[in-house]
Antibody, heavy 120, light 107 residues
Framework: EVQLLESGGGLEQPGGSLRLSCVVS????????MSWVRQAPGKGLEWVSA????????YFAASVKGRFTISRDNSKNTLYLQMNSLRAEDTAIYYC?????????????WGQGTLVTVSS | DIQMTQSPSTLSESVGDRVTITCRAS??????LAWYQQKPGKVPKLLIY???SLESGVPSRFSGSGSGTEFTLTISSLQPDDFATYYC?????????FGGGTKVEIK
């Protein structure tokens, strides 16, 4: 059974930093690209970032480029999202997501999410 | 970036109705489109990928069609469990982008 378990969310002040983690199981982590997707309270889904299976390729939404970094530790089956210079508009549930196999990748599994609140 | 536009934003329908949701891409995405269902307080669930391929375990009343820039999600006979918000997402290229969502409400 595929499982993705996020942690690291919480309350942070504007300008602060948080690091989200996602521990996965039930599939071969090293074979799949992974993404982070967020959802602000009462709003729609927004893709944030993705990383290739090897970790050699990273991709970001314009709204977070230069502030967020994505990484993975394939030896620990863990995905990370380092969030710096946080803003109020970064307040959201952050979902860790597994991408499908192939050369175009939809999201086939989602974690339960971790809530990030940016407020003074 | 590829913009995804869903319509309508809200639908009020009755059990048994046929429902159609439209998603338009700002440029061609071939068939690289997925549809997700999300219920309040729950995680999104994959329904359709590659525009028309039904994810395993998803009821056959759900279907998808389209290619290029115009896509539709159809529910042939709306069931009580189908009242939810539906999102399209293009995965032709990064950045991945979602439509704004369509909320299907009970009439």
């Amino acid at each position: 059974e595929v499982q993705l378990l996020e942690s690291g969310g919480g309350l942070e002040q504007p300008g602060g930093s948080l690091r989200l983690s996602c521990v996965v199981s039930g599939f071969t982590f090293t074979s799949y690209d992974m993404s982070w997707v967020r959802q602000a309270p009462g709003k729609g889904l927004e893709w944030v970032s993705a990383i290739s299976a090897s970790g050699g390729g990273t991709y970001f939404a314009a709204s977070v480029k230069g502030r967020f970094t994505i990484s993975r530790d394939n030896s620990k089956n863990t995905l990370y999202l380092q969030m710096n210079s946080l803003r109020a508009e970064d307040t959201a549930i952050y979902y860790c997501a597994k991408q499908s196999a192939g050369n175009h990748y939809y999201i086939d599994y989602w974690g339960q999410g971790t809530l990030v609140t940016v407020s003074s | 970036d590829i913009q995804m536009t869903q319509s309508p934003s809200t639908l009020s329908e009755s059990v048994g109705d046929r429902v159609t949701i439209t998603c338009r891409a700002s440029q061609s995405i071939s068939s690289w489109l997925a549809w997700y269902q999300q219920k309040p307080g729950k995680v999104p669930k994959l329904l359709i990928y590659k525009a028309s391929s039904l994810e395993s375990g998803v009821p056959s009343r759900f279907s998808g069609s389209g290619s290029g820039t115009e896509f539709t999600l159809t529910i042939s006979s709306l069931q009580p469990d189908d009242f939810a918000t539906y999102y399209c997402q293009q995965y032709n290229s990064y950045p991945l982008t979602f439509g704004g969502g369509t909320k299907v409400e009970i009439k």
